[in-house]
Every structure is written in C-alpha cells, then in structure tokens.
C-alpha cells in the first residue's frame, strides 16, 4: 500500500487472527511475525487485512494463484494497479474523500493547509510500479 507500517493492523485468514501483537492483543491473535505470506494463506482464497484500527482501512484481499518457484524470483511481483496509497492518517475512507475534495478546490478554506499537509501536489492517479515492486522485496 506504501504505508509506513506504524499503525496497529491484523490479518484475518480463514478462522486465524494474524497482528503485532501489541499491548492488549487478542489471546488468540498469532504473531505475524512467526508466519510467511505462504503459510499464513495456505488455501484461503480471501482474507482481511485492517490497517490502522483508528481510521479503520479495511482490505478484502482475494488470492488468485499462489504457486513456488524452484528457481528466479524469490519475492512477490506486483503487475497492475491503479491509484495512489492515501497518506498515513488522513481518517480514514471519509478522511480521504474531503482531502481529496479540498485539494480540487483551490478557494478551499483548508486548501493550502491540507496542501502543506501532504507535501505538496498530490495526485490520486499516481502509481509507481517500480517503487512497489522494491518496496515488496522486503516482504517475505
């Protein structure tokens, strides 16, 4: 997502609750740090992924093809997508529509500070491909 990973998270996968395991975690949650991707999904086709439990960015992630390669790569590729990844704690879904409002509208009150707010220009549209596919050679 291009998040920085600095927000509380889980993962549910089938009837297993994957997290950080941070302060008053559930007595059942498994710490995501034990697990691969791989093991984790097993043969679940969907799962849950709850990004930062205060703006509550919710992910249904569905598993298309999962499959080992003996030799070549040995990390996930992504090959598609669109859209750039909401700013870290922008509130959520909600929080992201009125930024990405004030943002059109430059005789916003709130334009130039939201503006400052996430660095500059920002555009929705935006992805990297490349930067994704760096970012995921640490994901093991």
Same mark, same amino acid.
């Given at each position: 997502?291009? #998040?920085?990973?600095?927000? !509380?998270?889980?993962?549910?996968?089938?009837?297993?609750?994957?997290?950080?395991?941070?302060?008053?975690?559930?007595?059942?949650? !498994?710490?995501?740090? &034990?697990?691969?991707?791989?093991?984790?999904?097993?043969?679940?086709?969907?799962?849950?992924?709850?990004?930062?439990?205060?703006?509550?960015?919710?992910?249904?992630?569905?598993?298309?093809?999962? #499959?080992?390669? &003996? /030799?070549? !790569? /040995?990390?996930?590729?992504?090959?598609?997508?669109?859209?750039?990844?909401?700013?870290?704690?922008?509130?959520?879904? #909600?929080?992201?529509?009125? $930024? $990405?409002?004030? !943002? &059109?509208?430059?005789?916003?009150?709130?334009?130039?500070? @939201?503006?400052?707010?996430?660095?500059?220009?920002?555009? &929705?549209?935006?992805?990297?491909?490349? @930067?994704?596919?760096?970012?995921?050679?640490?994901?093991?």
């Amino acid at each position: 997502m291009g #998040w920085e990973n600095c927000h !509380l998270h889980a993962f549910e996968i089938g009837d297993e609750r994957y997290g950080m395991q941070f302060d008053d975690y559930p007595e059942d949650e !498994l710490d995501e740090e &034990a697990f691969t991707v791989v093991t984790a999904i097993g043969a679940s086709e969907r799962f849950t992924y709850d990004y930062d439990f205060g703006d509550s960015w919710v992910h249904e992630v569905t598993v298309h093809r999962v #499959w080992r390669m &003996a /030799k070549g !790569l /040995k990390f996930g590729v992504c090959v598609d997508s669109a859209n750039a990844c909401p700013p870290e704690d922008v509130g959520g879904s #909600w929080g992201y529509e009125n $930024l $990405l409002s004030v !943002l &059109a509208d430059p005789s916003h009150e709130e334009h130039q500070h @939201l503006s400052e707010w996430v660095g500059g220009p920002f555009d &929705a549209a935006e992805f990297d491909l490349a @930067l994704v596919n760096a970012r995921l050679q640490s994901v093991r």
